[in-house]
């Protein structure tokens, strides 16, 4: 299992931007795609982006398209996302898990860390 810590998180005017990072060690020799997830006040979590474990394949959500970059550096066990042009409907709660490579859009655990709240101001 993997273990990730998620930053970056704030507070930003519409048409801003932020940068998330996502620092993980894993528990296993495996080797795991990545992906970030939100979840906004009383909606389901939901998929945000995915990349594979080389960098080679990246997934959004069509809400994202255009504005969110989803990138990772393996040497230091980090995935990040770029965020811009935020709008208030980006306010969430982000996290990042694990993903199947053949369901890049889907968490493998079952546990969450405590994710890093994102506030967009209209």
């Known amino acids: 299992q993997v273990q990730v810590v998620e930053s970056g998180g704030g507070l930003v005017q519409a048409g801003g931007s932020l940068r998330l990072t996502c620092a993980f060690s894993e528990s296993t020799t495996s080797y795991y795609a990545m992906g970030w997830f939100r979840q906004a006040p009383r909606k389901e979590r939901e998929f945000v982006a995915s990349?594979?474990?080389?960098?080679?394949?990246?997934y959004y959500a069509d809400s994202v398209k255009g504005r969110f970059t989803i990138s990772r550096d393996n040497a230091k066990n980090t995935v990040y996302l770029q965020m811009d042009s935020l709008q208030p409907q980006d306010t969430a709660v982000y996290y990042c898990?694990?993903?199947?490579?053949?369901?890049?859009?889907?968490?493998?655990?079952?546990?969450w860390g405590q994710g890093t709240q994102v506030t967009v101001a209209s």
């Open positions: 990349i594979s474990w080389s960098g080679g394949n990246t």
């Open positions: 898990n694990a993903v199947l490579a053949g369901q890049p859009q889907n968490a493998y655990f079952d546990s």
